[in-house]
């Protein structure tokens, strides 16, 4: 079973930035595919970034987050960041961690994966 926690969220003003972490455990032997997916007050749940941990690839899913917002890991800490800069009011959601087993999980795809975490909420404020 993997466990996803994570931490990071809070209030910024446009133009801010914002660092989430999402720990992760649980898993021996298997490669993950993490991501970052947000859900807004006025918008469907959408996936942001992953990373496919073992051979750190990444991928954007939201064109406006592309160039601000930077998806990274650190294997030793079993950790994947992201790392939000340039905030703005539209970034403002509860952001997930989210997991999957890459054998059963196609990475670039942005689908749901299985595993989540609890959210952290981001509020931009203009």
């Known amino acids: 079973q993997v466990h996803l926690v994570e931490s990071g969220g809070g209030s910024v003003q446009a133009g801010g930035s914002l660092r989430l972490s999402c720990a992760v455990s649980g898993y021996t032997g298997s490669e993950l595919c993490m991501g970052w997916f947000r859900h807004g007050p006025e918008n469907e749940r959408e996936g942001v970034a992953a990373?496919?941990?073992?051979?750190?690839?990444?991928?954007y899913f939201v064109d406006s987050v592309k160039g601000r917002f930077n998806i990274s890991q650190d294997i030793a800490k079993n950790t994947v960041y992201l790392q939000m800069d340039s905030l703005k009011p539209e970034d403002s959601a509860m952001y997930y961690c989210a997991a999957a087993i890459i054998e059963e999980y196609n990475c670039s795809s942005g689908s749901t994966p299985k595993y989540w975490g609890q959210g952290t909420q981001v509020t931009v404020s203009s």
């Open positions: 990373i496919y941990m073992r051979r750190d690839s990444t991928y």
